[in-house]
Nanobody, 122 residues
Framework: QVQLAESGGALVQAGGSLRLSCAAS???????MGWFRQAPGKEREFVAR????????FYADSVKGRFTISRDNAKNTVYLQMNSLKPEDTAVYYC????????????????WGQGTQVTVSS
């Protein structure tokens, strides 16, 4: 079983950048990892996912070209680099992990962090 802890959320101006981190208690190299977000009053939505080795990534259209997911298995950490932030990126960002699933559907991920708040001001 793995425990996940996100960090790096903050208040930032539109156009700015943030890097979120997701530290895992177990070996992240065994887990497919993803980032999701939930804006106020909205459903949680997929943001990005990354394969075991980090060689394959996939992004939601809304963040493609602005966000980059990466992982450092030696540090048991997954990152989400967010550039050119927009007010509509404001949300609680969650890290998710699963031993076998690597898609975009949140209910298929078995492990979740508590989330970190990202607020983008206009």
């Amino acid at each position: 079983q793995v425990q996940l802890a996100e960090s790096g959320g903050a208040l930032v101006q539109a156009g700015g950048s943030l890097r979120l981190s997701c530290a895992a208690s177990g070996l992240t190299s065994r887990y497919r990892m993803g980032w999701f977000r939930q804006a106020p009053g909205k459903e949680r939505e997929f943001v990005a996912r990354i394969s075991l080795s980090g060689g394959t990534t996939f992004y939601a259209d809304s963040v493609k070209g602005r966000f980059t997911i990466s992982r450092d298995n030696a540090k048991n950490t997954v990152y989400l680099q967010m550039n050119s932030l927009k007010p509509e990126d404001t949300a609680v960002y969650y890290c998710a992990a699963d031993l076998s699933y690597s898609g975009t559907l949140e209910y298929n991920y078995g492990y979740w962090g508590q989330g970190t708040q990202v607020t983008v001001s206009s």
